[in-house]
């Protein structure tokens, strides 16, 4: 017989009864009824109650037995009665009568319960992750992650992709976040850079003469968490191919998203992703990550209020503002209306303009000051009813797309209307090339450095470059972007007048590029890719609110590893060996 085991705790059924078992796991529940003990044994894949009575010489020692202990039983499966049959677990109508026992492990006192979904909080969670990750709904999510990864990965490869690894330890780059940073003790004084993405080397790979490349690449980026993104690390389906077009991308990764979520999920999929503009996701959902299981759309009425009698909105489209207006079904109440209203005020903005529409008529002060023919022209261009509600968000451009933007969702969410049921997919595609800061006026890139810009060199210089677009876009799922990608920028000369009208002189992309731009000038095929994110997947798939639910070990929401205390300091001796002196007066904001 196994040292440990004949059999996995889910495993044993009618058909075993009178047969000699072992079982190894650990201690999960214990029940005494006096003169009988039932322990729920536990393993990585199910549990076993095993029963102990008083006659048993390790009757004593199951009784001051501590939850969590890992122990190896030996004994007799026996039928359960029908009335104690447990129809909830698989090995419900067997126990096993124990004869032998060896103590494995001894458990201390725990800090949190293994058999309970009491949520102890973050420090405790992440502190012990290890016994945490013992709980259902955690283990049966990161095995889910493993589940989803495999799929992912099989149908890769069967969609003709190689899998390869990219380098860890690479160049620090202006991508966008913060870099991780890594000194080199053989060249003191410099330094490594984690890589943010492996976006140069995927791209180098098809300079290389691949064609079709994939990894379930590691990321690392020095960004603050959200509920949606993990600080420090996270995973991606990184992919690229070469002689494509922004329609063959979509065309690669559309099955391999489809048949994921149909997989792991019960919920609809629609069969089409809709395409709609950077432009027009602006203007609709107030952001470029539009969540589409409810129809409510938001529109410019800027026009309506220019010039209008309602000064306070009328005044500042003079200075740069404009008007968006959401509408609020079944919201034609004053509370609503004065709820919504202190809600954006939290927000900070200084509040939300509304018109309640009742009695075939419209209410309010903004009604009231507009006029009641403009406040009914708007009624009929929403298809409003009596009951219904007209908000406005009036701001400069962004300020007001982002609070309509909100307000959309918040409407959704108290009024009952976005459908659960369903994954509504979407690509938001044309992002604009460059954009201007709005502190310095410098024209910047506005999303991706190495795309190609639509109308290639032509559009570089004789479009005003707040009008040049490019193949960017974005995957996004129920409101959550789950990926970015782009066509990317292979000719030389495109790229230099590209980083040049973002005010990077040639030098700049020699230097912090070297590796690509260098590439590129000895014969570069056309090509692009995309990268979903794994982890944002696997949130959506196991239902979950927060992205650490599905993430092994993952960070508090300050970066720090509670379980290994990192990050943590390092002795003298490393520092000299890496030429570093650390002046912890210094503090960077």
């Not at 190896?72 to 049959?85: L, Y």
Request: proline residues 5%; negative net charge; glycine residues 6%.
């Amino acid at each position: 017989m196994h040292k440990y085991r004949t059999h996995k705790c889910d495993e044993l059924r009618h058909h075993n009864v009178k047969d000699v078992v072992k079982l190894s796991g650990w201690v999960h529940r214990k029940r005494d009824h006096g003169q009988l003990i039932f322990i729920d044994l536990r393993d990585h894949y199910g549990l076993t109650q095993v029963v102990v009575d008083s006659s048993n010489d390790n009757f004593s020692t199951i009784e001051n037995l501590s939850l969590e202990s890992v122990i190896t039983i030996t004994g007799i499966v026996v039928e359960r009665s029908s009335d104690t049959i447990n129809k909830s677990l698989p090995t419900g109508d067997i126990e096993v009568n124990l004869t032998e026992l060896e103590i494995i492990s001894k458990s201390n006192a725990l800090p949190l319960q293994v058999n309970s979904d009491e949520d102890y909080g973050e420090e405790t969670r992440l502190k012990f992750r290890y016994l945490d990750l013992r709980r259902n709904r955690p283990h049966s999510n990161i095995i889910l992650r493993s589940n989803i990864i495999q799929t992912i990965r099989n149908k890769m490869l069967e969609l003709g992709f190689i899998e390869f690894q990219t380098p860890i330890l690479t160049a620090s780059s202006p991508e966008g976040a913060r870099d991780f940073l890594v000194p080199s003790r053989l060249n003191k004084g410099k330094f490594y850079a984690l890589p943010q993405a492996p976006q140069q080397f995927k791209q180098l790979i098809m300079v290389s003469g691949f064609d079709k490349y994939f990894q379930i690449a590691p990321c690392f980026r020095d960004e603050d968490s959200r509920a949606d993104r993990s600080p420090g690390e996270f995973y991606q389906l990184d992919l690229e191919m070469s002689y494509v077009d922004q329609e063959d991308v979509f065309d690669a990764v559309q099955p391999v998203i489809r048949e994921v979520f149909t997989k792991f999920s019960k919920k609809t999929i629609d069969e089409v992703f809709p395409k709609i503009t950077y432009k027009d996701s602006m203007l609709k959902y107030g952001n470029d990550k539009p969540d589409l299981r409810f129809d409510l759309e938001i529109k410019d009425v800027t026009e309506v209020f220019t010039n209008s009698g309602f000064s306070i909105f009328a005044n500042s489209i003079e200075n740069g503002s404009i008007v968006r207006a959401i509408p609020g079904p079944e919201c034609g109440s004053r509370s609503v209306a004065d709820r919504m209203n202190s809600w954006a005020q939290s927000e900070g903005a200084p509040g939300m303009g509304y018109i309640i529409y009742s009695e075939s008529t419209a209410k309010g002060p903004v009604a009231n000051a507009l006029g009641i023919e403009k406040a009914l022209s708007m009624r009929d261009l929403f298809n409003l009813k009596d009951g219904d509600a007209l908000f406005f968000s009036c701001a400069k451009e962004n300020d007001a797309a982002s609070l309509a933007g909100k307000a959309r969702v918040k409407i959704a969410t108290d009024k009952k209307l976005i459908k659960e049921n369903i994954f509504k997919f979407c690509w938001i595609v044309d992002y604009p090339m460059f954009e201007k800061d709005e502190n310095t006026g410098n024209i910047e890139f506005s999303h991706n450095p190495f795309s190609m810009p639509q109308g290639g060199m032509d559009a570089l210089l004789n479009k005003d470059p707040l009008d040049i677009l490019a193949y960017q876009y974005d995957l996004v799922c129920n409101g959550i972007e789950l990926s970015s990608g782009a066509i990317r920028n292979h000719v030389p000369d495109i790229m230099y007048k590209a980083f040049e009208i973002a005010g990077h002189k040639p030098d700049v992309v020699d230097n912090k590029f070297p590796g690509l731009i260098n590439a590129f000038k000895f014969g570069a095929p056309p090509h692009g890719g995309i990268a979903p994110g794994i982890d944002r997947i696997v949130m959506l798939l196991a239902d979950e609110p927060n992205i650490r639910e599905v993430i092994l070990f993952p960070m508090t929401g300050k970066a720090e590893d509670l379980m290994m205390n990192a990050p943590n300091d390092i002795n003298e001796v490393q520092l000299k060996e890496l030429g570093i002196k650390l002046d912890k007066k210094i503090k960077i904001n």
